[in-house]
């Protein structure tokens, strides 16, 4: 075989890196490249400048010619377009009105021509870790629409609201200043922001490196978490190795938006990246070292804890809920008694019955017979929703959404011993549904459903891997939506532990021989090691 013949076995996400050189190794392209490289995409890059840097000063900064800056856009996009660009460092007025100018045309032509959209985070890099400053005057209103997300610290965030005002960052000293500045930042620029307050260290939180991410729009994100903002805690390790951890963590959201998650996931993943780096930092040179590169987070020490910081609802922490210890195994989710009943006679341990029409009076019929069935075989039966005729009837356990977790009275369930299962749709979901400890955490859809209409897109394989990577070693984990007969042993090989089926059950000409097939098949199968 000659090479020419051998194919490449998988494609890897193209993400852009626009930003300058850090000769010192810990910043600019130098960190963009390795996250991007860690994070299993390929890496471009345009190159704005050079700095003349080491980890304790910046001595000379110098812009590529306006021809290089445009060539290398151009070239890249012809042959390695991105599925998602991360903007750092650029070195004067020109560069943003011309990349401005570029970002609008260029790459607005080639996303309509391909039908895909590519996400834009800039870093609004004005400051080395040093202190030394690097553009702390330029003008960003040129990206006004154009951005996904832009990242400052509070010294640019300050700089960016209040461009006359020098005394501006000294007024951000506490939180509510700096979500007000942070709302006012993604009215202006009209897009998403992350207010990053790890360089506050003291002045603001010690212990914490707390971000504050306002999220005027995200694309394909639960519209339970748009038009929102929240605060993201993490812990705050102690080192001063810190050099390069705002270029590192915008373009560990570029990388991981590029390999299709939404933004709010792409945010809590990278900020684990940044910690993780941090953590593991080692000393080079006498200023702040850089971060080491730890590949895809997965312990869940390093994920942020979310806090909402608007009026709006929020999920209520420190309840104790029924712990299951039993695996709940092949999962089936049922609309009617006469089913329910059918799939307890074959055997069926753990079941749900899920109404979605009727009077509430036949709702309450259907689940008082549906719990006296469950008692009856030994079961145990959750009821989808109707969490007060749960409790009132005694059902083993309840199984809520995230949307209506809001409307319940999650104290009283807690307090009755039932069980609750929560739903999730992504990492920050999985994260809401960690803090409030639930006794299963169910995650869709796997693959494409009919069964219900669904806001997100299938998370498919792939996803399921980390989000069981990250919690299944704390709560029992179920995989649901378009799981059948075909998928079971790819499912099984993420290692999730139970399944939950609707239509492989409900649609089958007989559900309770095939009930029994797949539990079978499910116990059958080999999970990875
Ligand atoms: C096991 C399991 N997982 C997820 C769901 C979906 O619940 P929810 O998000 O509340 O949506 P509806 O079922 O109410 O449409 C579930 N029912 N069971
Ligand atoms: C009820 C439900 N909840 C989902 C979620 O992702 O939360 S997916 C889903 C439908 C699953 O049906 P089927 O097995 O027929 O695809
Ligand atoms: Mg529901």
Same mark, same amino acid.
Request: net charge negative; hydrophobic share 40%.
């Given at each position: 075989?000659?090479?020419?013949?051998?194919?490449?076995?998988?494609?890897?996400?193209?993400?852009?890196?626009?930003?300058?050189?850090?000769?010192?190794?810990?910043?600019?392209?130098?960190?963009?490249?390795?996250?991007?490289?860690?994070?299993?995409?390929?890496?471009?890059?345009?190159?704005?400048?050079?700095?003349?840097?080491?980890?304790?000063?910046?001595?000379?900064?110098?812009?590529?010619?306006?021809?290089?800056?445009?060539?290398?856009?151009?070239?890249?996009?012809?042959?390695?377009?991105?599925?998602?660009? $991360?903007?750092?460092?650029?070195?004067?007025?020109?560069?943003?009105?011309?990349?401005?100018?570029?970002?609008?045309?260029?790459?607005?032509?080639?996303?309509?021509?391909?039908?895909?959209?590519?996400?834009?985070?800039?870093?609004?890099?004005?400051?080395?870790?040093?202190?030394?400053?690097?553009?702390?005057?330029?003008?960003?209103?040129?990206?006004?629409?154009?951005?996904?997300?832009?990242?400052?610290?509070?010294?640019?965030?300050?700089?960016?609201?209040?461009?006359?005002?020098?005394?501006?960052?000294?007024?951000?000293?506490?939180?509510?200043?700096?979500?007000?500045?942070?709302?006012?930042?993604?009215?202006?620029?009209?897009?998403?922001?992350?207010?990053?307050?790890?360089?506050?260290?003291?002045?603001?939180?010690?212990?914490?490196?707390?971000?504050?991410?306002?999220?005027?729009?995200?694309?394909?994100?639960?519209?339970?978490?748009?038009?929102?903002?929240?605060?993201?805690?993490?812990?705050?390790?102690?080192?001063?190795?810190?050099?390069?951890?705002?270029?590192?963590?915008?373009?560990?959201?570029?990388?991981?938006?590029?390999?299709?998650?939404?933004?709010?996931?792409?945010?809590?993943?990278? $900020?684990?990246?940044?910690?993780?780096?941090?953590?593991?930092?080692?000393?080079?040179?006498?200023?702040?070292?850089?971060?080491?590169?730890?590949?895809?987070?997965?312990?869940?020490?390093?994920?942020?804890?979310?806090?909402?910081?608007?009026?709006?609802?929020?999920?209520?922490?420190?309840?104790?809920?029924?712990?299951?210890?039993?695996?709940?195994?092949?999962?089936?989710?049922?609309?009617?008694?006469?089913?329910?009943?059918?799939?307890?006679?074959?055997?069926?341990?753990?079941?749900?019955?899920?109404?979605?029409?009727?009077?509430?009076?036949?709702?309450?019929?259907?689940?008082?017979?549906?719990?006296?069935?469950?008692?009856?075989? $030994?079961?145990?039966?959750?009821?989808?929703?109707?969490?007060?005729?749960?409790?009132?009837?005694?059902?083993?356990?309840?199984?809520?959404?995230?949307?209506?977790?809001?409307?319940?009275?999650?104290?009283?369930?807690?307090?009755?011993?039932?069980?609750?299962?929560?739903?999730?749709?992504?990492?920050?979901?999985?994260?809401?549904?960690?803090?409030?400890?639930?006794?299963?955490?169910?995650?869709?859809?796997?693959?494409?459903?009919?069964?219900?209409?669904?806001?997100?897109?299938?998370?498919?394989?792939?996803?399921?891997?980390?989000?069981?990577?990250?919690?299944?070693?704390?709560?029992?984990?179920?995989?649901?939506?378009?799981?059948?007969?075909?998928?079971?042993?790819?499912?099984?090989?993420?290692?999730?532990?139970?399944?939950?089926?609707?239509?492989?059950?409900?649609?089958?000409?007989?559900?309770? $021989?095939?009930?029994?097939?797949?539990?079978?098949?499910?116990?059958?199968?080999?999970?990875?090691?």
């Amino acid at each position: 075989m000659t090479v020419s013949m051998l194919k490449p076995l998988a494609t890897k996400p193209v993400v852009w890196t626009i930003a300058g050189s850090d000769s010192g190794g810990g910043a600019g392209v130098q960190a963009d490249l390795l996250t991007i490289q860690d994070l299993d995409c390929h890496p471009c890059c345009v190159l704005t400048c050079l700095t003349a840097q080491s980890s304790v000063t910046v001595s000379l900064v110098e812009a590529v010619s306006v021809e290089m800056f445009s060539a290398q856009l151009n070239t890249l996009l012809q042959d390695l377009p991105p599925a998602a660009i $991360k903007i750092g460092l650029l070195a004067n007025q020109s560069q943003i009105l011309l990349l401005a100018n570029w970002l609008k045309n260029e790459l607005c032509s080639y996303q309509k021509g391909c039908d895909v959209q590519v996400s834009i985070i800039l870093d609004p890099v004005m400051f080395a870790t040093c202190g030394d400053a690097l553009n702390p005057r330029l003008d960003f209103s040129p990206f006004d629409g154009l951005l996904t997300l832009i990242t400052p610290n509070i010294a640019e965030l300050a700089a960016l609201v209040d461009k006359n005002d020098v005394n501006s960052a000294a007024r951000l000293v506490d939180q509510a200043a700096c979500l007000q500045a942070a709302q006012s930042l993604s009215k202006q620029l009209n897009c998403n922001v992350l207010a990053k307050g790890g360089d506050l260290g003291p002045t603001w939180l010690a212990e914490c490196s707390q971000d504050i991410f306002v999220c005027r729009d995200a694309q394909g994100s639960s519209p339970l978490h748009q038009g929102r903002s929240f605060l993201l805690s993490g812990s705050r390790v102690a080192s001063k190795n810190t050099h390069g951890s705002g270029c590192t963590l915008s373009s560990a959201i570029a990388s991981v938006m590029a390999q299709g998650y939404v933004l709010h996931d792409a945010i809590v993943v990278a $900020k684990a990246y940044v910690t993780a780096g941090i953590a593991a930092s080692y000393q080079v040179g006498c200023g702040a070292g850089p971060l080491a590169r730890t590949g895809w987070p997965s312990d869940l020490r390093l994920y942020p804890k979310i806090t909402t910081l608007d009026s709006g609802p929020s999920l209520p922490e420190g309840i104790e809920f029924h712990s299951i210890d039993e695996s709940l195994g092949l999962y089936p989710v049922v609309d009617t008694v006469a089913l329910l009943q059918s799939l307890l006679e074959a055997g069926a341990k753990t079941i749900q019955l899920r109404i979605k029409e009727g009077t509430t009076q036949y709702i309450e019929q259907q689940i008082d017979a549906a719990v006296q069935l469950g008692r009856d075989y $030994k079961a145990k039966l959750f009821i989808n929703d109707h969490w007060e005729f749960a409790l009132k009837h005694g059902a083993y356990g309840i199984h809520l959404g995230q949307e209506d977790l809001n409307r319940a009275d999650l104290v009283k369930i807690a307090e009755s011993g039932t069980a609750l299962g929560v739903s999730s749709h992504s990492y920050f979901e999985l994260l809401l549904a960690h803090q409030m400890t639930p006794s299963y955490i169910a995650l869709g859809h796997i693959f494409p459903t009919t069964t219900k209409e669904m806001p997100s897109a299938p998370q498919g394989l792939d996803k399921l891997t980390h989000y069981v990577a990250l919690l299944g070693e704390h709560y029992p984990l179920v995989a649901i939506g378009g799981i059948e007969a075909s998928n079971l042993e790819a499912v099984k090989q993420t290692q999730v532990h139970d399944v939950a089926v609707v239509r492989a059950v409900t649609q089958a000409e007989n559900p309770a $021989k095939a009930y029994k097939r797949l539990s079978e098949l499910w116990e059958a199968c080999d999970a990875a090691q």
